[in-house]
T-cell receptor, first 112, second 119 residues
Framework: DAKTTQPTSMDCAEGRAANLPCNHSTISGNEYVYWYRQIHSQGPQYIIHGLKNNETNEMASLIITEDRKSSTLILPHATLRDTAVYYCIVRVAYNAGNMLTFGGGTRLMVKP | EPEVTQTPSHQVTQMGQEVILRCVPISNHLYFYWYRQILGQKVEFLVSFYNNEISEKSEIFDDQFSVERPDGSNFTLKIRSTKLEDSAMYFC?????????????????FGPGTRLLVL
């Protein structure tokens, strides 16, 4: 699976958009970008995933650059409960094992 | 909303003892996983399980570990002779299907974890 690079930590003001970047410059054509988060040692929580088109769901939006070498997770109106470690994970499609490989993630601190 | 559940939430054991961690995956899911997270470290894959067989396992998953689906709802992780370094959070996950990453049902959903402390 392609390696990802994320900032170690970020701050965001409550109510503002949180934009979390991820670099995956070695991504290949059959690899998806997944985002999970982990709130204070709870189980990782799935947020969103995409291949090349931008995606949106009730939790977040995922913007993937045209060359797919980087992406941004957007939490449109961050709340204190969004304080967590956010993981960007690139996964190969089929026959390559199904495990998730977690890196260090970005520790997002939402402040009042 | 369906969710993965795990019991117990906390387990304290003596070194050398056997422990069994239990998980109830989401009911229509067919693929099951165990991950662990040592305090302050990354979440690490241990094993995946499908159709009563191990699909993949990591180097961490040595002969001290075993998994089982003893009935139609439970999925267990057994550590035969615990070591101090087995102290960690253990997370169970399940997915509906496996195959093309990003395909429908392929997303893994995690339980809340069992905190294991080996003394």
């Amino acid at each position: 699976d392609a390696k990802t690079t994320q900032p170690t930590s970020m701050d965001c003001a409550e109510g503002r958009a949180a934009n979390l970047p991820c670099n995956h410059s070695t991504i290949s054509g059959n690899e998806y970008v997944y985002w999970y988060r982990q709130i204070h040692s709870q189980g990782p929580q799935y947020i969103i995933h995409g291949l090349k088109n931008n995606e949106t769901n009730e939790m977040a939006s995922l913007i993937i650059t045209e060359d797919r070498k980087s992406s941004t997770l957007i939490l449109p109106h961050a709340t204190l409960r969004d304080t967590a470690v956010y993981y960007c994970i690139v996964r190969v499609a089929y026959n390559a094992g199904n495990m998730l490989t977690f890196g260090g993630g970005t520790r997002l601190m939402v402040k009042p | 909303e369906p969710e993965v559940t795990q019991t117990p939430s906390h387990q304290v054991t003596q070194m050398g003892q056997e422990v069994i961690l239990r998980c109830v995956p989401i009911s229509n899911h067919l693929y099951f996983y165990w991950y662990r997270q040592i305090l302050g470290q990354k979440v690490e894959f241990l094993v995946s399980f499908y159709n009563n067989e191990i699909s993949e396992k990591s180097e961490i998953f040595d002969d001290q570990f075993s998994v089982e689906r003893p009935d139609g709802s439970n999925f267990t992780l057994k550590i035969r002779s615990t070591k101090l370094e087995d102290s960690a959070m253990y997370f169970c996950a399940s997915s509906e299907a496996r195959g093309l990453a990003g395909g429908p049902g392929e997303t893994q959903y995690f339980g809340p974890g069992t905190r294991l402390l080996v003394l």
